[in-house]
């Protein structure tokens, strides 16, 4: 399931190489995406990332470089570093962990807060969890207004090699 921000009026300097920067609280699941998406493989083990993890995309003549930086708690004050240079934040949820559910939210309402108009992506990883199985939604859970969510089915395949 993901949730976009608005989009159409954000101001970034064009070009043909996009940067997407991937952030989330440690264990979300931002390297596994990542390097699923550049490999269409699972990994079933992949180390926390201390510092930041780079990769970059090629889709449709365009070049993406995906930027993921740390979610462990000392890394997080890094984070609105990197936001002026991003085009697109992916803000990635585990939802199956609900005792830091919250402390997702305010991390993600705090980069909102030092830049509203970039385009956001929010992606619920791993759901098996929690708000899934309370019928919350994405959007409820994290506080995001109905009109900025839009559904999508990512391929199940996504999770291979994981319960959810
Ligand atoms: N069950 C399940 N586990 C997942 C999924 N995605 C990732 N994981 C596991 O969650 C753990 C953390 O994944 P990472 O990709 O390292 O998380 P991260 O967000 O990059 O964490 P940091 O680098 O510490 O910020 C790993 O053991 C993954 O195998 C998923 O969709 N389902
Ligand atoms: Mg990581």
């Not at 085009?87 to 585990?94: A, K, M, N, P, S």
């Not at 929010?122 to 899934?132: E, H, I, R, T, Y």
């Not at 207004?145 to 089915?153: A, F, S, Y």
Request: net charge negative.
């Amino acid at each position: 399931q993901i949730a976009t921000g608005e989009a159409a009026s954000h101001e970034r300097p064009s070009c043909s190489c996009y940067q997407i920067l991937v952030l989330g609280l440690d264990g979300a699941g931002k390297s596994s995406i990542i390097h699923y998406i550049c490999s269409t493989e699972a990994k079933m083990h992949i180390a926390p990332t201390q510092g930041f993890n780079s990769a970059q995309l090629q889709a449709n003549g365009l070049q993406m470089d995906l930027l993921e930086v740390g979610g462990s708690q000392n890394l997080r004050s890094y984070w609105n570093h990197y936001l002026s240079k991003a085009h697109v934040l992916v803000f990635v949820v585990d939802s199956a962990d609900g005792l830091r559910l919250h402390t997702a939210r305010q991390e993600l309402h705090g980069l909102l807060a030092e830049d509203p108009q970039l385009p956001l992506i929010v992606l619920a990883n791993k759901q098996v969890g929690l708000f899934f199985h309370l019928g919350l939604s994405t959007e409820t859970f994290l506080n995001l207004g109905p009109t900025d969510v839009l559904e999508l089915q990512l391929p199940s395949s996504l999770t291979i090699g994981h319960s959810g």
